[in-house]
């Protein structure tokens, strides 16, 4: 029952929206959103959270933003939690929080435009999403063998190669890809610009020579061939002589994988994680890796120092001393006395612990006092 109210089920029409005030303000909301530059992404985004509401508004008869109360959106929110998918699982917490920040941004604009006087969900508790890190990164033997699985002696197979390529050598995002030109790529000068990528935001990375040699063979040899009547200048097309879409695009990724033997879940994202990922193991800055990635905040790109485990492994053997074998000199250094720079590095890292443990300590009594208060 919930699966078909929030989606609609396979093979059903969406129901109609209510001809309402709240269904209008939401048009508006929208056109608003359009004409402020909002992405295309971003409104679809919220034209599909806000539908949902509106339906499940709708369902109790509140059909004005007068209406609209924090217990209802409250309310609302638990809904969201206990709603179960196709597959009997709950929505995730980014799936939750995806559907609850447009309410944000709706109701926000409400009350800036004097429709409503109070806005009900500026008390709204978004749920934190867990920092998760990648659940595969791909070794380079991995990507050698998914590179492998293209057969090059089709005109596909050169295409798929390429594209894969272009993932792994610039890290860009797979709409990003999907949306290049022929003119975004300098083959001569190494380079790539991604226009309008996440944010709005365009870029310039780099592209590596291997790279550059398959999308250059591609264009002398591929793309001609798939070419249809109308050219529209994007780099890669499908083998019906279209753009890429986003889903298309990843299809033809996990295809790659799939042939090459590995059943690890994901498909575009993973050359974007690994390229990320063997930089920082051969010690690029990670400043250096943001830009190339396009990340607005260092935080994000941070999540990348902490997969390189590989490198993480080897310094622990090396430098833990509860190990099977040690070097003599290892037995030697431990008689001698340890000098007062190590003394006062160890001193600064135990207090750096202890006041971490502290600090968890306070967030969990507020945790837990969240947790308990009554709304």
């Known amino acids: 029952m919930l699966r078909r109210k929030l989606h609609g089920g396979p093979g059903r029409r969406a129901p109609d929206l209510p001809d309402n005030a709240l269904t209008q303000a939401m048009l508006e909301f929208l056109a608003w959103s359009e004409a402020t530059g909002c992405t295309e992404a971003t409104i679809l985004t919220r034209k599909q959270s806000l539908r949902v509401f509106l339906l499940w508004c709708a369902e109790r008869s509140i059909a004005r933003p007068q ?68 659940r595969h990164v791909l070794t380079l033997l991995e990507i050698e063998a998914i590179l492998a699985a293209c057969d090059i002696e089709t005109l596909p197979g050169v295409r798929d190669r390429a594209v894969i390529e272009t993932l792994y050598s610039t890290g860009v995002r797979r709409m990003e890809a999907a949306r290049l030109r022929i003119y975004d790529v300098d083959l001569d000068g190494g380079t790539l610009f991604v226009r309008e990528g996440k944010g709005r935001r365009d870029r310039m990375v780099p592209i590596g ?16 061939a798939l070419l249809a009547e109308l050219d529209e200048g994007v780099l890669f097309l499908t083998d019906y002589g279209e753009p890429f879409g986003g889903e298309r695009l990843g299809y033809l990724v996990r295809s790659a994988i799939e042939r090459a033997g590995f059943a690890f879940p994901g498909s575009c994202h993973l050359f974007r994680h690994a390229m990320a ?90 945790d837990a006092r969240i947790a308990t208060a009554t709304p």
Not at 80 to 104: A, C, E, T
Not at 209 to 224: E, H, M, N
């Open 277 to 366: 990922t063997h930089m920082l193991e051969n010690g690029a800055d990670i400043r250096y890796i943001q830009a190339i990635l396009g990340h607005a905040k260092l935080t994000t790109t941070e999540l990348y120092t902490q997969v390189s485990i590989l490198k993480l492994k080897e310094i622990h053997a090396a430098t833990h001393p509860a190990r099977l074998e040690r070097a003599k000199s290892d037995d030697r250094r431990s008689s001698q006395p340890t000098p007062r720079s190590h003394e006062d590095a160890r001193s600064a890292l135990l207090a750096r612990l202890a006041a971490e443990t502290d600090d968890e300590d306070e967030g969990g009594e507020d």
């Open 209 to 224: 020579s291997r790279a550059c040699a398959w999308v250059a063979k591609y264009l002398a040899d591929v793309r001609p």
């Open 67 to 134: 209406e609209v109360t924090l217990p209802m959106l409250e309310r609302y929110q638990r809904y969201l939690f206990h709603y179960r998918k196709s597959d009997g699982n709950p929505l995730g917490y980014i799936s939750q929080r995806s559907r609850l920040v447009p309410l944000k941004s709706f109701f926000r604009w409400l009350t800036r435009s004097r429709y409503i006087l109070y806005n009900p969900a500026s008390e709204l508790v978004l749920p934190r999403p867990p920092k998760k890190l990648p």
